[in-house]
């Protein structure tokens, strides 16, 4: 019988995707069997999922599998990066379900959704190829799109819902042009036979096609991690998401937006360095300024939390722009981190909200200090964190991220960026002001804490504060999942 | 001394454990108290026994002359981050007044925190290992953590338990401090990059870094940035406005740590880290240091006279107090550092004590106002006696501390740069009118509005007596402290011995 | 024969009124249209570009921007219906709850 010939599919390279999407439709299906109030056992299924591709992924590290004919490279650097998606993902079903419980939109679909988000935010990570991070990309953001408007019958999620997939749907569009421009200079789609088209006939900044494409894809790339002047969408969109969601959201699609968009601009276009150096260094100044002045004036906690992100975005593109080991590791270890102390404060977020949330603004935090200590604490720590002050692992992340923008000669940045860190002090402080030096409005409520959102705390608290203070490990982690 | 007790460590973290063990008795007030009070005392007595022993063992250990205590142990070993201790005779006062005054404060604030006692105690222990730590780090890194761990437990002390305004000026407190200290960062940044592309070890460590050779273009920014984050500390003049609010509405535990022990975090960072590293930078900048030094002691000694809220009049004669530290380490002349470390240790204890002071009267009345105060030598004999005393010691009376500090500044200074020592005497002369104002207002003048004011307690007491014994010993006999001082500043300033 | 350059300007133009009508329409459905009308510009420099190169990597492309555009659609329009359903309206005028 005559054999077909096997393309050169090397499973080991997709694995974790494999498993994840394997339980993300086995769920799907156990879903219609399982009554509405027991939900939580699917997420606890997919929990285990998620720590078996964990482990999966721990098993990966240091042996790079090239696999789909150089279209996905599982590398130490997508690995780092799945580390932190399968983090995020974890603890936000962690807060999900008392969430979901409260606000009466229970259904089990939210598990298979946030694995199928996390799937395609590791093939992002991992694609070698600007089709697979496409589709990685469009993966993640279709899931992402149904998860921020998941309240069927909340009107604001509704509208996160639908301004989150027309601006997302509108910024593919530039993103497609602009690779489709590049395959039009380079002839392939191959992250690596780009660089190696681009170095051989020398089409640095000379060749308009490719300049555009560039900054086509960087324009798609921004709004995705929500760099100004992109970012119009994603407060709106934090603040009408489910809670979890908007955690879930604020993580792992911008850690995996920075994954894909280091991939393609360090390694297909390092000949362009200093075209899009200078265009990411404005977008990492405006980023910055523009998310922390913002977020002075917001009230609500959530919106104050979005314009937040944006400035974290823009600090973490304060390490891409340095594009040098330090700087890149430094992203690395500053979106865990990130993942750790931004979740974090969304749970509580969760925990101290009441059913359709209309004490989401700081005022309601008012006494919440000394009502509830433990979870003061928490909160304290993860807006500590935020706000880059030692010891905390946010600070670390910032050292090391300004560090390699010293480094690579890039001082005004950094200065900018220290300034702005020191004035986003200030509205986190601000919570902190009325968690412990307000007297409260009206008496909070017995919270109830569920175990997973306790866990959830736990593990929070543990990746902000061990890293923070000897961060050694983690740093040598990073430093080898380097791309350079 | 044998390194292998790691007793600097133990020094810092001896009250970090005190918070631990502060978890279990969390609602036990009375018990929650004593602990604090027993960690912080340990760490006292700690303290004074290594200033005991010091003298024996003054040379050796470490790769830095006149350290006698040096721990270094890996930390982040990637960085060239080492946790690297190291005690010598400037640290040591610094230590010994940061036990002493911890133990102050709590028992100052003893009775009059009513309400999250054990929270009040839990952070004055977490900012008692901030402040060691501070003084005890010679590895850039470590200093800069322990310099931000230190600025949280206050900004919870002044928002929770102060008056007044006390967000706005816990907030403000904050702020100020974290922007200066994060470009002091960016600095420490630069400064172990340039190291590390000039040596090819990277390191954070302070013995290695005095050895850079820095370009002058980017030493005087380097030394800048540190310059700021230790002047908006001290404070020094155009960036003080922070202090009078803080120390207004901070509570009166607060307000002592404020005054005795963070103020002088940013003359040591001066001293340790600023000089040392930058020295032609710094050599630019001493005019610049000179003028703002002796404005501070003028403008400070000036402003306060116009207060009529003593709390606030004592904050501002900090200002002016400071600004003799300042020329001090502008002079940069054995005689003149010596003087300045003096008056570090002098400021401390004084202004502390006239801080405790208020605050009792405070506590007592609730009112600080001058005006409203009046004949208490007859009310209340003990508290009014030690006003004097501390009132005097403050205004420069020889025979009591400040004096020794502020003559050797004086005399230091006159020799380098004879017009600001003129002018930083003219600053004497106004705080002595307006601390005798002050003492005539409150303990003289009749009676003005009828306080019900109880004399000192037996806590009070010995809380003013000891202090008052420290102002009195060092005003008379002040040698072993200048004894433990030389050695360090002879080698800091690179001259003979004074 | 018509140029390659033929062919990108006029999938310039396709993508620049696709981009335009996102900025200026004020229904939804429209607004989506106008994305779609985006992506097939996409499609069409993707499919000219792999003609003149002679290589059918362009080709694949958009069969996959195809298929991902069917998935969002199926998407976008249930995420229009919920939102009709609360407010009877699909006028991004009227999703106004939250600051745009």
Known sequence: METIAMPAINFAAIMPETILSVIAMALLLINVFVPSEQKAYLGYLSLIGIVVTFFTVIGGWGTPQEGFNGSVMQDNFALFFKGIFLVSAALSILISDQYMKREECNHGELYPLILLATCGMMLMA?????????????????????????????????????????????????????????????????????????AQNSLAGSNLMLLIGMVLMAVGFSFKIAAAPFHMWTPDVYEGAPTPMTAFMSVGPKAAGFAAFVRVFVIALPTLRADWADLLWVLAVLTMTVGN??????????????????????????????GNAVGTAGIMFYMLSYAFMNIGAFAIIVLVGKKGEPNNNVEDYAGFGFKHPLLAVCMSIFLFSLAGIPPAAGFIGKFYLFSGAIQAGYIWLAIIGVLNSAASVYYYLRVMVFMYMKDPVEEFDWLKVSPA??????IAVAGVLIPGIVPGYLLELAQKAVLL | MPNDYLILTILVFIPLTGCLLLVPVWSRVEW???????????????????YAAAPAVIAGGGTLPGFFLWEDLPWIERFGIRYTLGMDGIALPMVLLTAFITVIAMLVSWRAIKERVTFHYFLILVMETGIMGVFLSLDLFLFYLFWEVMLIPMFFLIGIWGHGRRIYSAVKFFLFTLAGSLLMLLAIIGLYLIHGDQSGAYTFGLPALLHTQIASGASLWLFAAFLLAFAIKVPIFPVHTWLPDAHTDAPTAGSVILAALLLKTGAYGLIRFGYPLFPEAARTFTPLLYILGVIGIIYGSWVAFAQADMKRLVAYSSVGHMGFVVLGIAAWTPVALSGAVM??????????????????????????????????????????????????????????????GEFL???????????????????????????????????????????????????EGIVLGVMGVTVIILGVYPAPFLDLVSMPVALLTGGGLP | MVSLHSYLILSAILFSIGTIGVLTRRNAIVIFMCVELMLNAVNLTFVAFSRYLGNVDGQIFVFFVMTVAACE??????????FFKNKESIDVEDVNLLKW
């Open chain 2, 32 to 50: 929650a108290r004593r602990i604090a009070l027993g960690a912080a005392l340990l760490d006292l007595v700690l303290a004074c026994w290594v």
């Open chain 1, 453 to 458: 959102i306790a866990l959830c705390l736990i």
């Open chain 3, 73 to 82: 659609a199926a998407v976008g329009l249930a995420l229009m219906i919920a």
């Open chain 2, 343 to 404: 008056q570090m240790v002098n400021h401390g204890v004084t202004t502390g004590a006239l801080f405790a002071l208020v605050g009792m009267l405070d506590e007592r009345s609730g009112t600080r106002s001058i005006a409203a105060f009046g004949g208490l030598w007859g009310k209340a004999p003990v508290y009014s006696f030690f006003f004097l005393l501390f009132s005097l010691a403050s205004l420069g009376l020889p025979g009591l501390n400040n004096f020794v």
């Open chain 1, 126 to 198: 991992s694609g070698t190829d600007l089709m697979t991070i496409f589709l990685g990309l469009e993966l993640l953001s279709v899931s992402l799109y149904v998860l921020a408007g998941f309240q069927r019958d909340s009107l604001k999620s509704n509208e996160a819902g639908l301004k989150y997939f027309l601006l997302g749907a509108f910024s593919t569009g530039f993103l497609l042009y602009g690779m489709a421009l590049i395959y039009g200079a380079t002839g392939t789609t191959r992250i690596a036979a780009i660089a190696s088209y681009v």
């Open chain 1, 293 to 322: 002045i913002t977020a002075l004036y917001q009230k609500n906690i959530k919106r104050m939390l979005a314009y937040s992100s944006i400035a974290h975005a823009g600090y973490v593109l304060v390490g891409f722009v340095a």
């Open chain 2, 409 to 459: 500044v004086l005399a230091g200074v006159f020799r380098v740069s004879p017009i600001a020592a003129c002018f930083a005497f003219v600053g004497v002369v106004v705080t002595l009118i307006y601390m005798l104002r002050l003492v005539q207002e409150v303990l003289f003048v009749g009676e003005r509005t009828p306080l019900p004011l109880a004399d000192i307690s037996f806590r």
